[in-house]
């Protein structure tokens, strides 16, 4: 098997759950699997579970350590990608850990780390949604919202290893703070704080039926469906939150004049193409100039496996090179 | 003399004036000089006012056409830096115009063409302000808000070759067109408007007595002067510029982490560091993460000369490594 023939394992490394798969030189996935991360377990307890799912997911698809190439993580917050580093992971209560060297030593095979948002948007853009276009900026919609930025090609870092951080830039210059940035404006935490403040406040709504009234059980799937039926406080909050993506993205294509941006997300996929339209309608009314409406929105498309595709892909691509 | 050595010509084509200078292979001005644009002339009658120009300018530098090694030149509006066009320059009234196949033609040397704000943002990341960074933002505060990008050591254009565009990003997303774009809410032209505004419905402002009653004489100088003498409403009118400049580059920052913002245009040689200590406290309390808060903010240093300097540098770079 010629080198660039090798399989690559990618790790998508979360809070709540560890995915991982293995992927083949043609960019099949020969198999994937999952273990709940149980964080609280410490560092080193997670790097054994991590490599346990290595382990299993290699023997499912009938393989050795020795007949991969290398292997690409994805890791929750802030990392060094150039040292392997993570250098402060909230959800896993991780500071400064030096997770490539670990894997690397545990498993006897190359190792890139990066940050799971950079990790998923190189999966679109290597095999997904974003595939052909030299630049793109991904953004996903979840608790939060996060973002990353190919560029030339390149997943784009900067100085401080944090670009990429669309959720946290401001579209109300002249709001309190908490009520400015993006994430504030239009994360699905936001959209159901909102929905439940309304319902609360005797708003009508199909919600409070689907949710069995709990409202608290309010994930995207229930937005969707409340969506679908066309109830008028989901369509005005979701369209709200809309609103302020397809700013937040106008500002993004009008300062790097892109080709192309990935919306991803839970609530994206959720949602599917009304939710895009709703995106589009607003990009085009804010972005400058008016040649970058030939701008692309595509939706993710990778959906779950964006984080272990990007990853084996990202591994590909640095390891290869050195 | 080496090829290395050779000096190059600079141009910055304003709707106005043209400033063209000669740069040795230090980076000193052999020799600069200016003529009024006239673009009621037309293309080609300004061309042959950038011909005689230049030939006036390498008399005064004691040299011919086939002692330099080339020339760059900054254009206004929108340009194809890989053909050489100027797509299209509202000042100008041009479309479309093989600026750089033209003067070649005329004077015999290679010509590099870009549009005017990156070839000053080169200028100064090359020889000013932004030296010694990798990334770096522009952003020039005049009648308009321009903008301009150098990122990994390389001017950076996009798909449509209009990246830096920050003036026409959106700082309140939920107000009407016209009032929620930075350039809407912090371009000179807008400090102006306002303050007139303000006087007209009978805010005290020194501004009154320093343009002798004629509002309309209001620019950047007389705007200095009011703010350094301490006038009320020009330092409120001012600080909610600079409000919506801070917010706008902690916004670019965010997005891009970047290492350097250089601020310029008539009103940052005017106001000089107060300016920029105003809009470094709101980027301060605006960007993410707070790592951030390292990128340097400097204003322009070479002024006038940006242009220029910026032209002839730029053609250095891109006619050496052809």
């Known amino acids: ?48 579970r991590l490599v346990k799912l290595v382990e299993k997911v290699l023997d499912e698809a009938g393989l050795k350590s020795g007949d991969v190439a290398g292997l690409g993580i994805g890791a929750p917050g802030a990392v060094n990608h150039k040292k392997g580093i993570v250098l402060s992971a909230i959800n896993l209560r991780w500071t400064d850990y030096p997770l490539g060297k670990v894997l690397k030593e545990a498993l006897g095979v190359p190792v890139a780390v990066d940050n799971d948002v950079n990790v998923g948007i190189w999966g679109e853009y290597m095999a997904g949604a974003g595939k052909g276009y ?9 608790t939060g919202i996060g973002g990353g930025l190919v560029l030339d090609g390149k997943l784009f870092h900067g100085v401080q290893l944090t670009a990429g951080e669309i959720g946290h830039t401001t579209l109300r210059g002249d709001a309190p703070l908490g009520q400015r940035s993006l994430e504030n404006l239009a994360s699905r935490t936001n959209i159901v704080d909102q929905l439940k403040r309304l ?50 993205i106008a500002n993004a294509v009008t300062l790097l004049s892109l080709p192309c941006v990935v919306v991803g997300g839970g609530l994206t996929e959720a949602l599917g193409d009304d939710w895009i339209s709703l995106i589009r309608a607003v990009f085009d009314e804010y972005v400058f100039p008016s040649e970058l409406s030939k701008c692309k929105i595509h939706a993710s498309r990778l959906g779950d496996d964006a984080g272990i595709i990007g990853a084996a892909l990202m591994a590909k691509q640095r390891l290869e090179v050195e």
């Open 1 to 48: 098997m010629a080198k660039n023939d090798k399989p690559y394992i990618g790790i998508d490394l979360g809070g709540t759950n560890i995915q991982a798969g293995v992927l083949d030189g043609k960019g099949k996935l020969l198999a994937t699997d999952r273990l709940k991360t149980k964080a609280d377990g410490g560092e080193q307890a997670v790097t054994r």
């Open 134 to 142: 030299d630049d793109l900026m991904g953004i996903f919609v979840g």
């Open 199 to 248: 319902i609360e406040s005797n708003h009508p709504s199909i919600l409070t039926k689907l949710a069995d009234g709990d409202l608290s059980k309010i994930r995207s799937r229930l937005l969707a469906e409340a969506f679908k039926e066309n109830d008028a406080l989901t369509h005005k909050v979701i369209g709200q939150a809309a609103h302020y993506i397809g700013v937040s």
